[in-house]
């Protein structure tokens, strides 16, 4: 690998760390930044360019393991926390909670993966994507409750849950937002922004590593030794960025809530839309 190549490789790795849990789309932006600018398939091939996209996400999902370790740990039993319990004595947020919540994305996903791979992976799908999330955060803002009940992870409900997934539903369509799409959907039942964005991050781990591994084990073969020192570079920095970007978006979200985020992908959206067809 060239100095040129392995910097194209950082700065995939800082757009995918950056993206991945703010709510603007990763996978928009990765479309944007490499399929219409560094083209990393003319020297990586088609296959193994996507195969780099997978390995460099599970950087992503590495850091959210780091900030969010108690609450994960506490789900499966394996760490204590001080706080609010039931009338069993165990934290109220349990597994059930993530699980009913990724469900519904999880066998979309798995139902219409090929679809979806095929058909909506283009500019043309990230520019409507990235404005119907827009007008749905903003609606979030404006419509939902003034003064949520939901102020932590602990009093999210079952139903909360379940349709906090069907809103993640949405985010399989590129460009839309797997966070910006949940938070929204919180915001709507009640949560205030720091709880749903917190329920995003917990509830994404398992959906996402597990498309992951899913997707690296089909793409195996097309790892090769040569392409090896891009793919770590491109790892490390998701990581990096990812936990730089996650800590700095969760001390915000409660102050700045969705809006800035929405106006941000319109003006993408609109920029595109210019390039693209004018």
Known sequence: MTIIELLKALLLGFVEGMTEF???????????????????????????ANTFKIVIQLGSILAVIVVFWKRLFSLIGLYKIE???????THKLKLRHVLIGLLPAAVLGLLFEDFIDENLFSID?????????????????????????????DQISYRQAALVGLFQCISLWPGFSRSGSTISGGVFLGMNH???????FIMAVPIMFGASALSLVKNWQYIEMAHLSFYIVGFIASFGFALLSIRFFLKLINK????????????????????VYM
């Open 194 to 200: 720091r709880t749903a964005a917190d329920f995003t």
């Open 22 to 48: 703010a709510p603007v789309s990763s996978t928009g932006h990765m479309i944007i930044v490499d399929d219409m600018w560094l083209q990393t398939t003319d020297f990586l091939g088609k296959y193994s």
């Open 83 to 89: 706080g609010e319990h039931d009338a069993s004595g």
């Open 256 to 275: 700045i809530k969705l809006v800035p985020f929405a106006i941000y992908r319109l003006v993408l959206a609109a920029i595109l839309a210019v390039i």
């Open 125 to 153: 799908t990230v520019i409507i994507g990235l404005a119907a999330g827009a007008i749905l955060m903003i609606a979030a803002d404006k419509l939902g409750p003034k003064e949520p009940k939901t102020t932590t992870l």
